[in-house]
């Protein structure tokens, strides 16, 4: 897959080009359905390509309102190379682009810059400055310079539509099972390890502290079973998520236990995956009974050589 990062002589070559336009957070099911689409009109010759944004688009546009992603944009720009497009126009979303009207993004990026033959589309496209275009707009004004528009419907799952908005929910609510049906894929939070305070270590179940990305959606507060990565293997893992009140935390913070795992490993990255919710976070009465709790935890999570 080649990457653009500006329109600017992009197209160098004269094959004709099936664009989709989204931002596409998690790339879930209902994205990959817009995908299949576009490929399936990428005829003998065509390039099949997609026009996304580095950055939320309502990061600069109501930046006090800009949601959590499911994906950093290195996991969306690999979650898309995976759907087998060709070309990838990642774009900032900047004062340029906000500031375009409907109809001049049609006929000057997509007919003019971008030449292209087909657009395919959610049902729910909107564009140009406030929002005021449609996949109808887009529809009636490309088909008087003889570009086709595709039209996707919504993908439910039971009586909702698959959205990224509803597995930010699912994930922030620590429901990971709807999350990951939801994407098609296990959710996956990924991150370098830190240095943390050690007393794990000293406790008999040493952890990793994870500092993952700020705009990351992270599950709510608690204890999860995860299988956690580094170096090409799968640990059973304990994942904690929160301030750890026991000890009076004010921080929030991730920390990953990988059983039969003892190395080092400070700024390597670990990635964590299948979360299943075990349990809340409270504070317990002392390090005895946050013991007690940590062995009953690691009976979820498949841990023999700690529980034995």
């Known amino acids: 897959?080649?990457?653009?990062?500006?329109?600017?002589?992009?197209?160098?070559?004269?094959?004709?080009?099936?664009?989709?336009?989204?931002?596409?957070?998690?790339?879930?099911?209902?994205h990959r359905e817009i995908l299949r689409g576009l490929l399936r009109h990428r005829g003998p010759g065509s390039v099949a390509g997609v026009l996304t944004f580095e950055t939320h688009p309502a990061a600069f546009l109501r930046p006090q309102n800009a949601?959590?992603?499911?994906?950093?944009?290195?996991?969306?720009?690999?979650?898309?190379?995976?759907?087998?497009?060709?070309?990838?126009?990642?774009l900032p979303f900047d004062e340029r682009i906000a500031g375009v009207e409907a109809?001049?993004?049609?006929?000057?990026?997509?007919?003019?810059?971008?030449?292209?033959?087909?657009?395919?589309?959610?049902?729910?496209?909107r564009f140009g400055s406030g929002a005021r275009g449609d996949a109808e707009l887009a529809?009636?004004?490309?088909?008087?310079?003889?570009?086709?528009?595709?039209?996707?419907?919504?993908?439910?799952?039971?009586?909702?539509?698959v959205s990224s908005t509803r597995i930010?929910?699912?994930?922030?609510?620590g429901d990971l099972a709807t999350a990951d049906a939801l994407l098609g894929e296990p959710y996956t939070l990924r991150g370098r390890v830190v240095l943390g305070e050690g007393r794990g270590h000293d406790l008999g179940f040493p952890t990793a502290n994870i500092a993952v990305?700020?705009?990351?959606?992270?599950?709510?507060?608690?204890?999860?079973?995860?299988l956690a990565r580094h170096g090409g293997r799968d640990y059973s893992s304990l994942v904690s998520i929160g301030d750890k009140p026991t000890f009076g935390?004010?921080?929030?913070a991730i920390e990953v236990w990988m059983l039969d795992f003892h190395e080092t490993i400070y700024g390597e990255e670990v990635s964590m995956r299948e979360f299943r919710f075990i349990r809340e976070q409270r504070r317990f009465s002392g390090v005895e009974e946050l013991l007690v709790q940590m062995r009953e935890d690691a009976t979820h999570a498949a841990f023999p050589s700690f529980v034995n």
């Open 1 to 30: 897959m080649k990457v653009h990062h500006e329109l600017e002589g992009a197209r160098t070559n004269a094959r004709p080009l099936v664009l989709a336009i989204g931002f596409f957070d998690g790339v879930h099911r209902g």
């Open 213 to 226: 990305p700020a705009e990351k959606t992270v599950p709510k507060d608690g204890v999860y079973a995860a």
């Open 168 to 173: 930010r929910s699912a994930i922030a609510q």
């Open 67 to 90: 949601p959590s992603l499911i994906t950093t944009l290195d996991e969306r720009v690999n979650l898309l190379a995976r759907t087998g497009i060709d070309e990838l126009y990642l």
């Open 139 to 161: 529809r009636s004004f490309l088909a008087e310079r003889r570009v086709d528009v595709v039209v996707c419907p919504p993908l439910l799952e039971g009586s909702e539509r």
């Open 103 to 125: 109809r001049a993004f049609l006929e000057h990026v997509l007919v003019e810059q971008l030449r292209i033959t087909a657009l395919v589309v959610g049902e729910n496209f």
């Open 249 to 252: 935390g004010t921080a929030k």
